[in-house]
Structure formats: structure tokens, C-alpha cells
């Protein structure tokens, strides 16, 4: 079964950085470079939204309000992906979370994920 941890958020002023790790354990067979990893936030009454996603070493897509700001990245084995974040903004505030799949249809869309680590908090005061 597939497992996913994230870590690294915390609280910062406007324009500082963070950068979140998800590191994806599981059992094998499984080919860690098949999978999308992928990065979901929300805030308390929203949707969950997409921030980013990447596969094999290659950033798929990022949202409008992350191109420029976030960098999406992974390790050499491609099991632990990092989002960078820089210039944060106090509306980046959310509970971050990390996700997998072999194949979601929509690269950010949540429900296209079949895995999902227990979010990371990141609160961003001005």
C-alpha cells in the first residue's frame, strides 16, 4: 500500500520560503518513477486545489497562482518530491498535501488521486 508523508511547512512572514518533502513508501512491485506526485492545498471551507505535479523527474503543470513562485522537484529515485515556494504570500496560507497516482486523467484535479499523505500546515503572516 502506497504511504505518503509530507513534512516542512510551518509559519512565515510575507516574501520569506518553505520548501515541503513528500516521501512516498510503499510495497512492492511498484516502479517509482511511474507515479504522478502531486501537491494539493485548502484552506478551512474551500475546495482542494492543485498547486502542482510532477512525473518522473518532469514538472506536468502548475497552477496560475504557483507558476513563477513554486518550483515542483524530486529525488534521484523519484520517491520524495519537493515543492519550493518562494515570495509567500499570506493567501498561500493552507494545509498542504501531497499526492499520488499512476494516471489521473486531470494532472490537478484532487479526486483524480488515489493517494494522499495527512497535509503539512503553511501559514504565511504579513
Known amino acids: 500500500q502506497l504511504r505518503l508523508v509530507e513534512s516542512g511547512g510551518g509559519s512565515v512572514q510575507a516574501g520569506e520560503s518553505l520548501t515541503l518533502s513528500c516521501t512516498r513508501t510503499g510495497r512492492p512491485p511498484y516502479v517509482a518513477g511511474q507515479y504522478f506526485m502531486a501537491w494539493f492545498r485548502q484552506v478551512p471551507g474551500k475546495q482542494r486545489e492543485g498547486v502542482a505535479v510532477i512525473q518522473e523527474g518532469v514538472p506536468k503543470e502548475f497552477a496560475d497562482f504557483a507558476r513563477g513562485r513554486f518550483t515542483i522537484s524530486q529525488n534521484n529515485d523519484k520517491t520524495t518530491a519537493y515543492l519550493q515556494m518562494n515570495n509567500l504570500k499570506p493567501e498561500d496560507s493552507a494545509m498542504y498535501y501531497c499526492?499520488?497516482?499512476?494516471?489521473?486523467?486531470?494532472?490537478?484535479?484532487?479526486?483524480?488521486?488515489?493517494?494522499w499523505g495527512e497535509g503539512t500546515q503553511v501559514t504565511v503572516s504579513s
Open positions: 499526492a499520488a497516482d499512476r494516471s489521473p486523467d486531470r494532472w490537478l484535479r484532487a479526486s483524480d488521486y488515489s493517494a
